[in-house]
């Protein structure tokens, strides 16, 4: 039943937990700045525009995301092995990019990977339906997808460390908020599309433009 999965999940994180508890070695904490100072930052231009960005973000990932299943049974027909199979390949490749996505932030910068996975991001999702009718090019678009889905994390908390580093703590947590807030928003607004078309083909070109306004 679906409750061992729970009971899994539950039993693997209380070791994950151990596990960082015992080889992780101590880390300083930031220095001490007042809230006041830190929720100034609201006030920032550059902070709000940057967490409008994670909204449209996760909220176009999620109009899509939320329904990747019934997309890959009802458009691409493929039954449940066929679809557990192919998720663990798009984990596979969200570590990958986020792996890859440091990397590059490292190299040319938080701006420029954010803009050009958000673009691709986008694009991909925009090919999606057009592609529906085989299923090799439209698993390759959802590769794409995810790949630089993952890409942009480490751009966008990377961007965020560099414009508030002394309230790094409170700007990421405001992101974390925003990314759930952004996942619900997106969930109901793709649950709308498909109970008005009676399809979930059609998610996509509704999530392509929410992520790029991002």
């Known amino acids: ?7 899994l999940l539950g039993a ?53 995301y939320t329904y990747m299943t019934p997309f890959l049974q009802s458009v691409l027909h493929m039954n449940a092995a066929g679809v557990a199979v192919t998720m663990l390949g798009f984990g596979i490749l969200g570590v990958i990019g986020s792996r890859l996505g440091g990397y590059a932030v490292d190299r040319w910068g938080a701006v420029r990977i954010l803009l050009a996975g958000l673009l691709v991001h986008a694009a991909a999702l925009a090919l999606l339906p057009a592609f ?11 590769g794409v997808m995810m790949f630089a889905m993952f890409v942009t994390a480490p751009a966008i908390q990377t961007y965020f460390i560099q414009q508030a580093p002394e309230s790094s703590d409170l700007v990421l947590s405001l992101n ?16 709308a599309v498909i109970s008005a078309t009676s399809t979930v083909l ?13």
Do not use: C, K
């Open 176 to 191: 974390t908020s925003v990314t759930h807030l952004g996942l619900a928003a997106g969930a109901g607004m793709g649950g």
């Open 1 to 7: 039943g679906w409750r061992m999965i729970f009971v």
């Open 202 to 214: 059609y998610n996509p070109w509704v999530a392509g433009p929410v992520v790029a306004l991002g």
């Open 132 to 142: 529906s009718s085989w299923l090799v090019p439209d698993l390759i678009l959802i």
């Open 12 to 64: 693997l994180s209380l070791l994950i937990m151990a596990t960082i508890y015992r080889l992780l070695p101590a880390v300083d904490g930031d220095e001490p700045v007042s809230l006041g100072r830190q929720l100034r930052l609201l006030g920032s231009g550059v902070i709000v525009s940057a967490l409008f960005i994670t909204l449209f973000r996760e909220t176009g990932n999620s109009v899509m």
